[in-house]
Every structure is written in C-alpha cells, then in structure tokens.
Nanobody, 115 residues
Framework: QVQLVESGGGLVQAGGSLRLSCAVS????????MGWYRQAPGKQRELVAV???????NLPNSFKGRFAISRDNAKNTVYLQMNSLKPEDTAVYYC?????????WGQGTQVTVSS
C-alpha cells in the first residue's frame, strides 16, 4: 500500500523558516516525480514546487528564491525548504507522487505563519 506522510508543519513567525518532509512507502518513489502543493482556506489547491526523477525542479515565480524542493532517493523522502515565510503562506501543504500511471497524495501538514 502506497503511503505519503508529510511532517514538519507548524506555527512560525513571519520571516521564519520551516522544512517539510514527505516520506514515501509502498514501492514507489524513484520512478516518480514529486510535488508539493498547498491549499489555503477558501482557495484552490496550488502548485508550490515539483521535482522530476532526474532532479529537474520547477517552481512558480512566486516561490522562487524563498522555497526549494529536494529529494533523497535513499530515504524515499522529498523535502520542501521554506524561508522568509509570510502570513499568506499559511495553508495545508500536500505532497504528491505522480507519473508512470501513479498519482498519490499525502494527508497534508498545516503551516501557519503569524504576523
């Protein structure tokens, strides 16, 4: 059974940093692209960052320079480093593994940024 388990969320002051982790189990990871998405209350889920199996990353301009995605294939884990956090970054952050016919999501981790 495939599982994606996010961790590392919490409450942080504006300007602070957090690193989210997503541990993947169940026989997938190395052949899959990995992504981080977020959903704020009353808003649609949006892409934050993706990384292909070859290590190519893509982040929307609004996150470039503040957020970074990385993966450790030995640990089947993908990370999202978030710096210079703003109150508008408050959301539930989700991990996604996709490609090769797969499309799996984690349960999400709450990030709250106080002003």
């Amino acid at each position: 059974q495939v599982q994606l388990v996010e961790s590392g969320g919490g409450l942080v002051q504006a300007g602070g940093s957090l690193r989210l982790s997503c541990a993947v189990s169940g026989g997938i990871f190395r052949g899959n692209a990995m992504g981080w998405y977020r959903q704020a209350p009353g808003k649609q889920r949006e892409l934050v960052a993706v990384m292909t199996t070859y290590g190519v990353t893509n982040l929307p301009n609004s996150f470039k320079g503040r957020f970074a995605i990385s993966r450790d294939n030995a640990k089947n884990t993908v990370y999202l480093q978030m710096n210079s956090l703003k109150p508008e970054d408050t959301a539930v952050y989700y991990c996604r593994a996709y490609g090769l016919g797969d499309d799996y999501w984690g349960q999400g981790t709450q990030v709250t940024v106080s002003s």
